[in-house]
């Protein structure tokens, strides 16, 4: 069974008949905005299928629906969708507002990095959310890996200072460092995810970061506005998007992509830690389709 098999089936092409007719285009349309793909990017993907069907001369609906996979997959093609870890150590932020699952995904690929061979460390920057440390700590224990934290209501810049301290020192290959869910309207929390931000500047001049921004796909066009403010406010280098089997509305990965050029880079499908993993824009079009 392929990964993206426990996606919520919308079945986009399932009503069609075999006629590529006017009335197929709107039903399409019609299709992939309910699939929240968001009425700008459907329209540019289904104008896109139908330059396709002309230059390729396709005539069938299957055919057409071979031609709209690889549509969309070039669409979701957004930038680098790898982890860039090319120093040691390398960093990995995660953001997102409360609820989204970053400390369950954090703990699902520093298990899949320490799994790979990498010497992995988390940081507790959560100090705002009760047990937010201890929720990681049950994390790094499964996984085996070594965490950073202080006390509830500690500077998160502090804990992230001691983190790089115990990153270099301990020769870590990857840091993964979690933060308060963040309300993207609360320009407090981004001034401290700025300070964070200035701490590993310092601390590890040149390494290899990434900002990944934690989304529940279950949340459709709102996690869009999300992804937008906080592209403005922090900066994102990768979306992981989560809870992908909880919807039917797996069309705002393309919106990602499309409107703010950046990668998904991990998609979520299950509680499970193997239900985490790499976006394949490919195999994602072909089981959306």
């Given at each position: 069974?392929?990964?993206?098999?426990?996606?919520?089936?919308i079945n986009?092409?399932?009503?069609?008949?075999?006629?590529?007719?006017?009335d197929?285009?709107?039903?399409?349309?019609e299709?992939?905005i309910?699939?929240?793909?968001?009425?700008?990017?459907?329209?540019?993907?289904?104008?896109?299928?139908?330059r396709?069907?002309?230059a390729e001369?396709v005539?069938?609906?299957e055919e057409?629906r071979?031609?709209?996979?690889?549509?969309i997959?070039?669409?979701?093609e957004?930038?680098?969708?790898g982890l860039?870890?090319s120093?040691?150590?390398s960093?990995?932020?995660?953001?997102?507002v409360?609820?989204?699952?970053?400390?369950?995904?954090?703990?699902k690929i520093?298990?899949?990095l320490?799994?790979?061979?990498?010497?992995?460390?988390?940081?507790?920057?959560?100090?705002?959310?009760a047990?937010?440390?201890?929720?990681?700590?049950?994390w790094?224990?499964?996984?085996?890996?070594d965490?950073?934290?202080?006390?509830e209501g500690?500077?998160p810049?502090?804990v992230?200072?001691d983190?790089?301290?115990?990153?270099?020192?301990?020769?870590t290959d990857?840091?993964?460092?979690?933060?308060?869910g963040?309300?993207h309207?609360?320009q407090?929390?981004?001034n401290e995810?700025?300070?964070?931000s200035?701490?590993?500047?310092?601390?590890?001049?040149g390494?290899?970061?990434?900002?990944?921004l934690?989304l529940d796909?279950t949340t459709g066009?709102?996690?869009?506005?999300?992804?937008?403010?906080?592209?403005?406010?922090?900066?994102?280098?990768?979306?992981v998007?989560?809870k992908?089997?909880?919807?039917?509305k797996?069309?705002?990965?393309?919106?990602i992509?499309k409107?703010?050029g950046?990668p998904?880079?991990?998609a979520?499908v299950g509680?499970?830690?193997?239900d985490l993993k790499?976006?394949?824009?490919?195999?994602?079009?072909?089981?959306l389709?």
């Amino acid at each position: 069974m392929g990964f993206f098999d426990k996606l919520k089936k919308i079945n986009i092409f399932a009503s069609f008949g075999s006629e590529l007719t006017d009335d197929f285009y709107d039903e399409l349309e019609e299709s992939l905005i309910l699939a929240d793909t968001g009425m700008d990017v459907t329209l540019e993907l289904v104008e896109e299928l139908r330059r396709r069907v002309r230059a390729e001369g396709v005539k069938t609906v299957e055919e057409a629906r071979s031609c709209m996979v690889r549509v969309i997959a070039e669409a979701l093609e957004a930038g680098e969708q790898g982890l860039d870890l090319s120093t040691k150590p390398s960093v990995l932020l995660f953001i997102g507002v409360n609820g989204v699952g970053k400390t369950t995904t954090i703990g699902k690929i520093g298990a899949q990095l320490k799994h790979s061979g990498k010497k992995v460390l988390f940081c507790a920057a959560d100090t705002f959310r009760a047990a937010a440390a201890e929720q990681l700590t049950i994390w790094a224990d499964r996984a085996g890996v070594d965490i950073i934290k202080q006390h509830e209501g500690a500077d998160p810049a502090a804990v992230v200072f001691d983190a790089t301290s115990a990153a270099k020192a301990r020769k870590t290959d990857v840091v993964l460092v979690d933060t308060a869910g963040r309300l993207h309207n609360k320009q407090n929390l981004m001034n401290e995810l700025n300070k964070i931000s200035r701490v590993i500047d310092r601390e590890l001049p040149g390494c290899a970061r990434e900002t990944l921004l934690v989304l529940d796909a279950t949340t459709g066009q709102n996690g869009l506005i999300q992804a937008k403010q906080f592209k403005e406010a922090a900066g994102i280098t990768g979306i992981v998007l989560t809870k992908l089997d909880g919807t039917a509305k797996g069309g705002i990965a393309i919106a990602i992509a499309k409107e703010l050029g950046v990668p998904v880079k991990y998609a979520g499908v299950g509680e499970g830690i193997d239900d985490l993993k790499p976006f394949d824009a490919a195999e994602f079009a072909q089981a959306l389709i």
